[in-house]
Every structure is written in C-alpha cells, then in structure tokens.
DNA sequence: ACCCTGACTTAGCATTCCGGTT
DNA sequence: AACCGGAATGCTAAGTCAGGGT
C-alpha cells in the first residue's frame, strides 16, 4: 500500500499548503428512502385514529422511536418538534392536529420495538447476508484514492433525517434535521479523476477541485447552518501527519514553557488591566488544562464556557477555608455540558488579581472582560511559532502521563499490575482535562458480578491449599516420588489460582477507579502514543495491551517511529 | 478592531459486535 | 443455540482557530 518507502508518513509533503495532488471517490451513501408504516399502525389524535401524509407521518416516526426518551417529556424539546412538525403537515392535518398533548404514537412507538426485537432475532443466514451487504458498500464507498494511497474514509454515510438532540441544555433541541438531498451536496476531488456519479435522475450541488482542504464531501446542516464534511480516517496519511505535527508542537511548547511561565508570573504585576487578565487566564489554562473558550452566540447553543469565557457567576474567592489561604472554586458547564468542579489553591498574586477582575460587575458579566480567545492566541503566537490555547493542553496530559507512568511503574510487577499502573496513569490525565462520563447502567450489577468471581475464586483458592497441605503431610509420611509429584503439581495449581485471583483483583480495582472518568478522548486525543509505544517496549507490555485494532491503526506512525528511549 | 465562516479536532453517548457462559 | 456483558465501533454534536471581509 505504500510502496516503496517503508513509512508513508515519511513521504514528502507539500509546501504550497496544498494537501493533495490526486483525489478520487465514489462520493457519499444516502441515508434510505422512508418507509411508510404499514396501514395497520395508527396514529391517533384526541383519541380517534388519523391517517398521515407521507411527510408527516415520517416526522411523527423521528418522535415515536424517542418516545421511551426523557428528552420526549422537555418543554423546549416539544415545542420545537411541533413547530417544525407542523411545517410538513397537509393543510388539513395542520389545522385538525394543533396540540401535541393530544397526539398518541405509543402504536407507532410499539412497532418500532417489535421491529428491532425481530431484528435482533434474525437467523444467522439473514444476519450473515447484511453484513456481507455492508462489507461490499464499505468496499465500494469506504475507500478513496488521494495522491498514491487507498485510504479508509471515516464517515462515508450521510446522516439521516431525524430530531436534533443537542446535548446539554440546547434550546434548538427537538428540531427536525432535514433529510439530505444530492442537491445539496458538494463533492470535492481532482479534475483528473472519474469524479462521482450523483443517483439517477438527481445533481450535485456542485463539483469542485479545492486540493487546499482535505475533505471529499460537504453539505450545510439545517440546525445551526453550520456545513458538514465527510474526511478521511484516523488511519490515514492525512490525518497521522497531522497528529505528529500536534504533538511535535506540543513538544516545542515544553523547550520553552518554563520561559513562559516565569513571564505570565510578572504579567500578573502587569499596570495594564488586559495584561493581567491574559496572564491569568493562560495561568488557568496551564494549570488547570482549561480549554480556550470561544464567544458563543447567545440562545443558539447551550450556556457553556471556557477560560476566556467564564463569567463572574462560574467562582468564588475564599481568603481562607480549609485550612488553606487563597482558593478558587471553580464551578461551570464546558463543551458537551459536562460540568467543572474544582476547589484549588492559587498563588497570592492570581487571588488579589481575580479579586480586582471581580469589583464592581455583576454574576453574569464576563470575568476575563479585556479578553478574548483571538487576543490570549495572538499573544501565544508571538511566544512561540504555532502555540495556541489548546497545545497546553496537549502539553500538559502528555508530560502528565510521562511522569505518571515513570512514578508509577514498578519493574517487578507482573503484565497485569503494570496495565493497571498504565491505566492509573492514563486516569489523571483524564483527571486533569475533565473527561467524564455518565457511570454506566449496568455499573454496579457488573461489579457485583465481579465481586461473585472473586469470592469463587477466593474459595477456590483455600480448597487447593487445603489439597496442597494434605498433599504435602502425605509426602512426609510415604517420602516416595509420586506423593512428591503430587505436592509440585498442588503447589503449581494454587500459584495459578493466586495469579488468576490476582487478576481480577486488579481488574475489579481498575474499573471501581474508572466509574465516572473516560479515558478513551485523553487516549486518543491528547496523549503522544510515542510514550506509550516506548513504554511497552521498555516493560516488555504487548501493544496490544494497550492499544486495539483501531487504535493500533491510527498510532501506525508512533509504533514504527518511537523506540524505548523516547522522550516526550 | 470586529465579525463571520470554513475547516478541522475533540467529545460523550448509542449501537453493534464478539467471545464466553449457560 | 440463546444469552449476556464488555469492548469496539459508529455517530454526530460541540469545540478550536485561522483567515477573509468590512
């Protein structure tokens, strides 16, 4: 696949900012066609059965398949549903149909559950047949040509219609994303290839040959108008250089981080207000790994904040609490709604600065209100070439990781505990930037399960050092060769019952540990997998231990590039 | 200086897959 | 063979940031 050269990621790159020469695909699948319910599925209204329009009764299937949804019961969620409901309604069905409170599609709803029940019970033959289905459209739509390489595209399929779910608070959510037409699709690939063939009797909105961006296909989203792509894999050369690039640069940021912060210290001293609130705010986000926080336009999204963005009403001072002077509280929604808390001492300086930042304003003025992303990225740039807010980040949970595993790994411990160790590591890098999770439904059930093994196990264990004991005052008393095997092979059974105990010791500790943190995004997103793969190689870990398939595949660059000694 | 938009990365939850157990 | 639970994968929303226009 790659020819000639062993990496492909070693491969020259362009200098002109184009990121391809060649580009050929077969352009994007649809979402299927709507399928009208069958005529014995009613919908009701005010209690007596309505037959739909095509249009509306599909709109009326997005709200029945959410029905078992919380989301179903929220005013704003309802509100929005009816309004753009009501917009593919006949006339007749908008004046009949005027209060969603009288709208029954527990039918419908019951339908839908039949259907995947059937679904889920299909022979193995059926089952067998749609994934052969999807392997040929993976094959066939899946894949791209861009310059030497057939590459895995990532999201080949174009969403389906369906209700907005924003997350958080979204005032938009409820809305019906609007089905997507070949009209409203660009396809961007070279001039030289066999460009995509749009669906019979349909056109593109357009068909360009921009090789400056990377993406193959685009279409602009109803919601929040924002455009939609459909790009390349993790695995690809696009993307893996990319991601070497990031954590090259986050590498740059750590030669002259200690420059930085001796710098942002005497900006805390600064006569100018805007010097000072920069200064803190990167302060924060170096601490703390805070993202940037952008403006947002008010009442289009949901009430979120970062650095730049917070808000009077998001901390308070306490002179001293605790036992401790100085502390921030810390108290706000980030990006996807998922709430920072935080209680953390700060220096003098930062306390006497926020306390200034804080005269005279109301809870819901800005606290940063002399800065913005654009002005903090500014400032960055002149620092370093390439720095920005969010290279912090990537700086600080990957030295975390470094340090952690160095801390915690102990040469003598077995493959299992050196996992944990990993994991541990991993964890307060999720820690640090605030990946959570909602604790998983079947949470407790499954360390209760777990708690049943190792109690089996527990048992297990003192029945074959009961049989071990026995074992050995017979070979004392008969002193022959086959009493003596007899004790080695007890003695071996109980060391394999003690390792497997062991294990799921480990096990049960790890995920108790892991209840409400994902490591996958700090994973996959902010670790430099050059220390993971030189730290396999150093303890002898498989990769595989850490790392799956898929993962594997988007670090190829790391696991070829970095040997035991790197050094983040 | 400010605003807007396009391109791209980062994010958590939902769904599907798969291998072990009953 | 059916079932189950955890891991893997898929989905798409929600961020960041640069660049162009006014």
Known sequence: MSGPLDYQWEEERYTDGSKWRFLEHKGPVFAPPYEPLPSKVKFYYDGKPMKLSAPAEEVATFFAKMLDHEYTTKDIFRKNFFKD????????????ITDLNKCDFTEMSDYFKVQSEARKQMSKEEKQKIKEENERILQEYGFCVMDNHRERIGNFRIEPPGLFRGRGDHPKMGMLKRRIRPEDIIINCSKDSKHPKPPPGTKWKEVRHDNKVTWLVSWTENIQGSIKYIMLNPSSRIKGEKDWQKYETARRLKKCVDRLRSQYRDDWKSKEMRIRQRAVALYFIDKLALRAGNEKEEGETADTVGCCSLRVEHIKLYPEIDGQEFVVEFDFLGKDSIRYYNKIPVEKRVFKNLQLFLENKQPEDDLFDRLNTSILNKHLQELMDGLTAKVFRTYNASITLQQQLKELTSPEENIPAKILSY???????????????APPKTFEKSMQNLQTKIDAKKDQLSDARRELKSAKADAKVRKDEKTKKAVETKKKAVQRIEEQLMKL???????EENKQIALGTSKLNYLDPRISVAWCKKWNVPIEKIYNKTQREKFAWAIDMADEDFEF
Do not use: F, P
């Open 85 to 96: 409901w009501r917009k593919e309604m006949t006339s007749e069905e908008k004046s009949k």
């Open 423 to 437: 994991n541990r590591a991993n964890r307060a890098v999720a820690i640090l930037c605030n990946h959570q999770r």
């Open 505 to 511: 010791e480990v096990q049960a500790t790890d995920r």
